[in-house]
Every structure is written in structure tokens, then in C-alpha cells.
């Protein structure tokens, strides 16, 4: 069972690993540290027996909504129910903080991704054209809180 917690600056190794193998993104450092330091209870880690196996970092850009800038989860542990525990903490910890809703992006090519976010409330709204560095476009979803 995965315990949910608050991301520490200990965590940056297995957090930069699980984005590059997750969502083919390879981050400076200083970018994961620069989204605790926006928003410390947006950046939340799911740990298994001392072993960091996915997270969650979001901000609140306003006062009554929330992004998820980026969510991965270790290959072997998906479908256990830990990315549904990160996005529903992640989730309680922006509606504590007064926001109405919460939104997203996700590539088009992802419908594991899309009917994941869909099961846990989330609305398709525009797409976003050339979003991705590789061109591919975003959808971007909503959900209110």
C-alpha cells in the first residue's frame, strides 16, 4: 500500500526517473525544486516500503483553480490504485485551498491517460494545437471541485 505524502528535495532522483520513463521528459533539477517552492502542498510523492513509485505536481496559477503540470507513475505499480490516491489528495489539498476547479493537459495519443482522468471526473475541453515539443497536440480536461 502506497503512502502518500508531501514531496521533499530527497526525492528529486527517483522523481526525475519516473518523469523521463513516464512522460519522456528530462527536467533541469531546479525545475521540480521551482514547483515545490510555487506550491510545497501541490508536489505530493506515493512511497511503497521507502521506494518513491510515482507524484504529482500541480500549482494554482489562480485563486480558484488548480494545474496538474505533470503526474507519472513507476510502470510496475500502475493500475494498484496509486495514481487515483495522488489525484484525489492532490485534489482535497486545492479545494482546501478555496479552488473551484481543477485542470490539465494531455497529449491526444494517450486515451489510457484520457479515460484514467475521465473515471476520476475530469471533462474534455480544447485541444490545444502543436502543444508538445514533438508537435503532437494537448487535450486539455476539466473537473470541478
Known sequence: MAIIRNFEEK?????IEIARR??????????????HEIWPSGFLVAEENGRIVGFIAGVMPHESEARVLMMGVKRHFRRRG???AL????????????????????????????EFYRAL???????????????ED???MWKSL
Open 87 to 114: 489525484m484525489n489528495a492532490f485534489i482535497n489539498n486545492c479545494a482546501l485551498r478555496g479552488a473551484k476547479r481543477a485542470y490539465l493537459e494531455v497529449r491526444v495519443s494517450n486515451t489510457a491517460a484520457i
Open 82 to 84: 496509486i495514481g487515483r
Open 11 to 15: 526525492d528529486i532522483g527517483a522523481i
Open 121 to 135: 471526473g475530469f471533462s474534455a475541453g480544447a485541444r490545444y494545437p502543436s502543444y508538445y515539443d514533438d508537435g
Open 22 to 35: 513516464s512522460l519522456n521528459t528530462d527536467y533541469d533539477p531546479r525545475f521540480y525544486i521551482s514547483i
Open 138 to 140: 494537448a487535450l486539455i
